[in-house]
């Protein structure tokens, strides 16, 4: 197989304003994964602002140029900051446009939009009442989103407005994260420690972690802060077994109302880590919804990727479950798994909607350097049409069963361009999603490489990571842990 465009080193010389050189680079290196800028083909790119609007050229040698005038930006609904940004969307586009054409790659059908949330655009967009004309022909015209796209961002976005709190830090949403799995994945990118070499690091990593829960539940105490959703991931928690997870449980519902707040979830993606016992112990505490994550439906694939369970081990899980009668299941699949093609991902689709799940997140694989198969790239097959489709099929389907989109993320490196969905039947929705990627939600993240983010009423976001390793989070507590509930104390105060 050819290794694709986008895989192979590229140099190119950048000939732009100084101020906008960084802007060019970026727009390059969002299409290539190696880029050398000191030699190659130059790439020439001016931007004119005048009283009449901003004129963008982007040449690139022996090949047809890219211009554009661009007078919608006069429109009184934009600022001055609006008009500095839009010259910087012109050079992407037009960067983006003028390489896809020279190297016969596939335009992404999220044209310019490489962050990991494009939802936010569309709901900043949405907060200065900006008409939904508008929102389209910007998507259209500014950021070059196809049209599919374009309906996946605004179906999303309508669903998730309902989820935004007129408060940004009361109530708060809990995160805590358990960095063991049975095995580690071959795409795994996460904190996720084999629990067959790590087991050793659980004691302290638990001693640790219910350190922080009560340091950081009794602040949260102190400033009568609730807590609106409380999500155990990692990692998968459920590799933790008996009274080990009961202690985790109670503690959680001792300092953040766990088991009485608007949702409780636990991932419980390794289907072999469903015991009875531990569904007992998830129930008995007050576990509303958890995940059971198949990924997919096929024996072999799931032998490749390392996941040491098969499908029927995912069909006797869900089974399992349904005697505890949990409020909501979600599964996990990933669309472009290696040797997967359109037929493999419908059967995988086909048989888990057969088990009944109300929430289905589709995934497309990204291979980050931290994967085991990050480090094959060549074998990545980016086959853009193919992906859609498979892509546009699950949607489709999902309607047709009632699940609708509510949630999106992006990632880099992901299988055709495409995004990650969260689908759900009506009132299956999981707060948490919408609060942890759409950060208009403080969040206290608690364990191993849990996140905190700590959001302002101007929606602005401070991070605070957690070590990912369970034993420098065991060793680093101590020194983390005061200045930690300095930084949430003092942004709570404000
Ligand atoms: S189950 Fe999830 S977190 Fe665990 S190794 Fe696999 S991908 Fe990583």
């Avoid at 997967?340 to 694989?365: N, V």
């Avoid at 880099?412 to 299956?428: H, P, Q, T, W």
């Amino acid at each position: 197989m050819p290794i694709p465009q986008q895989l192979k080193p590229k140099c190119f010389q950048i000939k732009a304003p100084p101020e906008l050189a960084t802007t060019v680079k970026g727009a390059i290196t969002s299409l290539f994964r190696s880029v050398d800028f000191s030699r190659g083909p130059v790439i020439e790119v001016t931007a004119l602002d005048t009283a009449a609007g901003i004129e963008t050229t982007v040449e690139l040698e022996q090949h047809q140029p890219w211009h554009h005038f661009d007078a919608e930006i006069n429109d009184p609904c934009y600022d001055q900051a609006d008009r500095a940004n839009r010259v910087k969307e012109r050079i992407r586009l037009g960067v983006k446009t003028v390489l896809c054409q020279a190297y016969g790659i596939p335009f992404s059908p999220w044209g310019i939009l490489v962050g990991v949330r494009p939802t936010k655009l569309v709901h900043r967009l949405i907060d200065r009442n900006f008409s939904r004309e508008k929102i389209i022909s910007i998507l259209t015209d500014v950021y070059g989103v196809a049209g599919s796209r374009q309906e996946l961002l605004l179906d999303v976005v309508d669903r998730q407005r309902s989820f935004f709190m007129p408060n940004v830090n009361n109530p708060v949403s809990v995160y805590v994260g358990i960095p063991f799995c049975p095995t580690r994945c071959g795409y795994c990118s996460f904190a996720a420690y084999p629990f067959e070499t790590h087991s050793h690091l659980v004691k302290s990593f638990l001693k640790a972690l219910h350190q922080e829960i009560t340091a950081l539940g009794e602040l949260l105490r102190e400033h009568n802060i609730k807590v609106q959703s409380v999500y155990l991931g990692g990692g998968t928690p459920t590799t933790i077994t008996g009274s080990d997870l009961s202690k985790l449980l109670k503690l959680l519902n001792e300092y953040f109302d766990a088991d009485r707040c608007q949702e409780y979830m636990v991932e419980a993606g390794r289907p072999e880590t469903l015991t009875p016992e531990t569904l007992e112990i998830l129930k008995a505490h007050g576990v509303q919804r958890i995940s059971i994550n198949p990924q997919t439906m096929n024996d072999r694939t799931l032998q490749l990727i390392g996941r040491e369970h098969t499908a029927d081990q995912v069909r006797e899980a869900f089974a399992l479950a349904a005697r505890y009668q949990f409020e909501h299941i979600n599964a996990d699949l990933i669309l472009g798994l290696p040797g997967e093609g359109q037929a493999d991902f419908c059967y995988s689709l086909e048989e888990i909607i057969k088990l009944g799940p109300d929430h289905i997140t589709i995934h497309s694989l990204a291979l980050k350097r931290a994967s085991r198969f990050g480090q094959n790239l060549e074998q990545l097959e980016l086959e853009q049409k193919l992906g859609e489709a498979m892509s546009n099929y699950a949607r489709e389907r999902l309607a047709g069963i009632n699940m609708n989109p509510y949630y999106l993320y992006r990632q880099r490196y992901i299988f055709s361009d495409l995004e990650n969905v969260g689908y759900a039947k009506a009132e299956a929705e999981s707060i948490y999603n919408v609060q942890m990627m759409e950060e208009r939600q403080t969040i206290i993240g608690l364990g191993g490489g849990a996140i905190t983010k700590l959001v302002s009423p101007d929606l602005t976001v401070v991070r605070h990571a957690n070590p990912k390793c369970p034993a420098t989070y065991a060793q680093q507590l101590a020194e983390f842990i005061d200045p930690k509930k300095f930084q949430i104390k003092r942004h709570l105060s404000v």
